[in-house]
């Protein structure tokens, strides 16, 4: 927090108030408030804006050219939760804000406060288990092999090899994922921290390079031992 000074509009002239800044917004202490008029109260109530969630409703106002009233209406709420909106008493709802922005045709974006590069969310399309879930946001998706009921996972008979066989026709991977963070901070300093969780097909295209790789390389290894036969 850090103090500044600024002037307030009264009937008898500017007075100047010391404010204390909060978030970009200033505020008077307790002290100064009770010394104000009602004029004074009443201006400081009202404002100033510092821009935010308060500045962006005044902003799509303007875009949409209605009141308070008349915004209070295209939301189905009532104009007094608009004014505390605006005033910074109350935030809007996630869901409320996109509504009002999809009014105003406008895009939020997000950046990084250190880059500046534009933060996306998470993609809709990221691999799921089994059972349609998503997998925990914080963590890294693994790529394990095609497919397999865990007590074949093990298994070298002629049935395993069948299901596996089954699950790579099908597109079926085995995903999973490191819950320590020991083991999750080893692996992205050695291999980088994704971006996002990929999508299943992307992770079946990968299973499919890593099988290309594999034949490629028992196909090098009979060549090797049928030259150096």
Not at 22 to 29: G, K
């Amino acid at each position: 927090m850090e103090d500044t000074t600024a002037r307030t509009r009264s009937g008898d002239g500017p007075t100047t108030v010391r404010l204390t800044t909060v978030r970009e917004r200033h505020y008077p202490s307790r002290e100064e408030y009770e010394r104000l008029t009602d004029d004074e109260r009443e201006w400081w109530s009202l404002g100033p804006f510092a821009g935010e969630v308060p500045g962006l409703v005044r902003r799509i106002r303007r875009i949409l050219d209605v009141s308070q009233r008349g915004l209070a209406a295209l939301l189905e709420v009532s104009q007094s939760v608009v004014a505390r909106w605006e005033t910074g008493r109350t935030s809007p709802r996630a869901d409320v804000l996109q509504r009002m922005l999809r009014l105003a045709r406008v895009r939020t974006s997000f950046h990084d406060e250190e880059s500046g590069e534009v933060v996306e969310p998470m993609r809709d399309d990221g691999a799921r288990d089994r059972a349609c879930r998503r997998f925990p946001a914080h963590c890294d998706l693994r790529l394990r092999g095609w497919w397999l009921p865990r007590q074949m996972r093990t298994w070298t008979s002629a049935h395993a090899l069948f299901v596996e066989r089954e699950s790579r026709r099908t597109g079926r991977v085995a995903i999973g994922y490191r819950a320590s963070p020991s083991y999750k901070h080893l692996e992205r300093t050695l291999r980088g921290t994704p971006v996002d969780h990929a999508a299943r097909h992307q992770l079946v295209a990968e299973m499919e390079h890593r099988d290309e790789c594999h034949a490629e390389w028992k196909r090098q290894v009979r060549l090797r031992a049928a030259g150096g036969s």
